[in-house]
């Protein structure tokens, strides 16, 4: 079973750069596609982006081109990065594997998520 | 407001049977398969039904999935309170060229 696990700083200023990074616990990384997702709180989920198993990347269109994914396959881990934040960003972040293909595929599974609070 | 539409609550008793909708439209569900996810209080969605109707392993029979048309729905038999969660419906959608969400369901068992 293939574990996810989300790390990176949880408080980030506005107007900054979030980072964060999603650890695999497997070799699968180079074999599937990843997704990035968020939850403000109290609130439902939001689509950030995706990576494919070829490093072809998309984003939703509503972060503005705010949304850059890679791929690091020595260190087994995805990032995520989304620049000139602000409050409207902060969320619980989780990284999920896209098991099937792009068209047809699911989130699974999912890691823990790491809350990010954007706030000077 | 999300692309995909899901009534905000949802409530039902111990044992009876529950169902959860989820509307879209030709370039998400109508198109593509969908999946749902549930989210118990305070942890991470997990997978519950993918690719309309198929149930990963571990995944009890009370649940299952249909799609029809640009409409899916999410039904529980049997109610069970560890049922308490919220569910949410997940589709790819061909002009956003992304996946989309619905709002979330809050499934209350009485």
């Known amino acids: 079973q293939v574990l996810l696990q989300e790390s990176g700083p949880g408080l980030v200023k506005p107007s900054e750069t979030l980072s964060l990074t999603c650890t695999v616990s497997d070799a699968s990384i180079s074999t599937y596609h990843w997704s990035w997702i968020r939850q403000p709180p109290g609130k439902g989920l939001e689509w950030i982006g995706y990576?494919?198993?070829?490093?072809?990347?998309n984003q939703n269109p509503s972060l503005n081109s705010r949304v850059t994914i890679s791929v690091d396959t020595s260190k087994r881990q995805i990032s995520l990065k989304l620049k000139s934040v602000t409050a409207a960003d902060t969320a619980v972040y989780y990284c999920a594997r896209v098991t099937g293909s792009i068209w047809y595929g699911w989130f699974d599974p999912w890691g823990q998520g790491t809350l990010v609070t954007v706030s000077s | 407001q999300s692309v995909l539409t899901q009534p905000p609550s949802a409530s039902e008793t111990p044992g009876q049977r529950v169902t959860i909708s989820c509307s879209g439209s030709s370039s998400n569900i109508g198109s593509n398969t969908i999946n749902w996810y549930q989210q118990l209080p305070g942890t991470a969605p997990k997978l519950l039904i993918h690719s309309n109707n198929q149930r990963p392993s571990g995944v009890p029979d009370r649940f299952s999935g249909s799609k029809s048309g640009t409409s899916a729905s999410l039904a529980i038999s049997g109610l069970q309170s560890e049922d308490e969660a919220d569910y949410y419906c997940?589709?790819?959608?061909?002009?956003?060229?992304?996946?989309?969400f619905g709002g979330g369901t809050k499934l209350t068992v009485l």
């Open positions: 990576i494919s198993d070829t490093g072809n990347a």
């Open positions: 997940a589709a790819w959608d061909d002009s956003l060229n992304g996946w989309v």
